[in-house]
């Protein structure tokens, strides 16, 4: 059974940080490209983040760059996000994806909120 379990968003203040997690299971994650996306309300999904299945490549949205961090361990099946110096605009639910040319799977999102 094919799983992506996204987890560690919740409610913090700008300028805070934030680690998000996504395990996965059920598929040979090494061999998958990861990527975060985020989605605000009203809002088209937005790619955030991705990176190669060897982790040794990275890209980030314009909008996040050196801010946010994307990592892999894939001995743990795991990407990871690190979300530093958050703003209000960040604010959204964020998921997780697994992708190459045989599967292309998704979490369940985990909801990220900026505010004072």
């Known amino acids: 059974q094919v799983q992506l379990v996204e987890s560690g968003g919740g409610l913090v203040q700008p300028g805070g940080s934030l680690r998000l997690s996504c395990a996965a299971s059920g598929f040979t994650f090494s061999r998958y490209v990861g990527n975060w996306y985020r989605q605000a309300p009203g809002k088209e999904r937005e790619l955030v983040a991705t990176?190669?299945?060897?982790?040794?490549?990275?890209n980030y949205a314009d909008s996040v760059k050196g801010r946010f961090t994307i990592s892999r361990d894939n001995a743990k099946n795991t990407v990871y996000l690190q979300m530093n110096s958050l703003k209000p605009e960040d604010s959204a639910v964020y998921f997780c994806?697994?992708?190459?040319?045989?599967?292309?799977?998704w979490g369940q999102g985990t909801q990220v909120t900026v505010s004072s």
């Open positions: 990176i190669a299945s060897t982790g040794d490549s990275t």
């Open positions: 994806n697994a992708l190459n040319y045989v599967g292309d799977y």
